[in-house]
């Protein structure tokens, strides 16, 4: 289920009071007992506004339909008002405590991404240059995976997808290595997905922004990409070079 747009509910909410908005009809003169309240508008308008907030109303006040509280006597739609007037406070007040506190969902901080990465793109961060800040830190994982590797003849995606190879390391092709070659499945399944996670980052990331120069990043955009590559140089970080015999 998709997150309760809170500003669009709240707009519903106020503008079902002002369609349901009721005017007080006193007692006709020299009577007693006939007052009671109209709706300022036809009953179908009514209707078909509230069909929607009872929908908005179930989601934010589960139990409004049976909750008591005072009746408003004579009061068409005097329970869906009500309901509407508490609903609309616990929204503003939901929103209010997000807008201050957060929403309490994990933050991913710059800082703890990987040197290489976070290292690299400092400056262009702080300057605003999101799109040339993911290009610098591809560069700067590539330029790390090539002196770990002692290869400059291959970059990028082919040389990592070389590098992270199930196959034996032969001359001129050393192996990057996660864990131990056991033969296991689990061997295999990491470095084919490290091998295709690395040319997925080149090749869907880092080559859109070497061609795209018009196009900027937003900065979440760009923090997510960022944090893919900072996945990337953990793995290459980590893994020891196996060279052929």
């Known amino acids: ?136 830190a591809a560069k700067a994982v590539n330029a790390q995976a090539q002196a770990k590797l002692s290869r400059k003849d291959l970059s990028e995606a082919k040389l990592l997808g070389d590098a992270f190879s199930t196959k034996p390391p032969t001359d001129g092709h050393p192996r990057l290595r996660l864990g131990t070659d056991d033969g296991s499945d689990t061997f295999r399944s990491r470095h084919e997905g490290a091998g295709s996670f690395a040319r997925g980052v080149y090749s869907a990331i880092r080559n859109p922004i070497a061609h795209e120069l018009d196009h900027e990043l937003d900065e979440n955009q760009a923090l997510e990409q960022l944090a893919a590559f900072s996945i990337l140089a953990r793995w290459i970080d980590e893994a020891d070079v196996e060279t052929a015999p």
């Not at 005017?23 to 069909?51: I, M, N, R, W």
């Open 1 to 136: 289920m998709t997150q309760m747009n809170r500003e669009w509910a709240i707009s519903k909410l106020k503008s079902f009071l002002v369609t349901a908005s009721i005017t007080y009809v006193p007692s006709p003169p020299q009577s007693v007992g006939f007052a009671h309240y109209k709706l300022d508008k036809s009953k179908a308008e009514v209707q078909a506004a509230a069909q929607i907030i009872e929908q908005v109303l179930d989601r934010v006040l589960p139990g409004w339909r049976t909750a008591d509280w005072p009746e408003g006597k004579r009061q068409p739609y005097w329970r869906e008002r009500e309901a509407a007037h508490r609903a609309i406070a616990q929204l503003e007040a939901e929103q209010e405590l997000i807008e201050n506190l957060g929403s309490g969902a994990p933050q991913l901080d710059a800082a703890t991404l990987h040197p290489w990465v976070w290292g690299s793109v400092q400056g262009l961060w702080g300057s605003g240059h999101f799109r040339e800040a993911v290009g610098m």
